[in-house]
């Protein structure tokens, strides 16, 4: 009897750690979403100094990653999408003027969402919001609007456009 549960034991572990092992890879984009999230956010609050520190921070995340490391379903996207990211990143880090930081955060939010599509890099949902006005989209991690392209001026302006699931 004992040596049936510890087989069953070793095969339970075993099959949980193959488990987490595929869970990590796959969250290995995770930190991306999150800086995103810290460059809207700032966005939202018309604060360019911390847009352009998250952006730098999205930037330096976005450049550590190597390509090769993730599984080969997540390789081509991210890959296609890197250098694109990272331009508007970069663009966004040297500036301090927030008009300047959101239409690039146009163009990032744009491939941002192509990645996210590819990829799973969450279990939560992820909205992709639509702003009338500036005729652009953003990621959002609730479904409550917060216009990252007027901040206070037009904070509630847009809708869900898609949600992720």
């Known amino acids: 009897m004992k040596k049936i549960f510890l087989l069953v034991a070793f095969f ?11 869970d990590s890879k796959s969250t290995q984009l995770t930190p991306l979403l999150t800086a995103y999230y810290g460059v809207k956010n700032a966005l939202v609050n ?5 847009a352009a520190i998250n952006a730098g921070s999205f930037l330096k995340t976005v450049n550590s990653i190597d390509a090769k490391s993730l599984p080969s379903s997540e390789q081509a996207a991210f890959t296609g999408l890197q250098n694109k990211l990272a331009f508007d990143a970069r663009h966004m880090s040297e500036s301090k003027d927030i008009a300047h930081q959101r239409e690039h955060f146009a163009n990032f939010s744009a491939n941002f969402f192509k990645l996210a599509k590819a990829v799973k890099l969450t279990s939560g949902s992820i909205y992709y919001d639509y702003c009338p006005m500036q005729k652009s989209y953003w990621l959002s991690a609730e479904v409550a609007i917060k216009n990252p392209y007027f901040g206070k001026q037009m904070l509630t302006c847009g809708k869900v456009a898609e949600e992720l699931k």
């Open 12 to 22: 339970a572990t075993t099959c949980t750690q193959q488990i987490f092992a595929q």
């Open 46 to 50: 018309s604060n360019s100094a911390d």
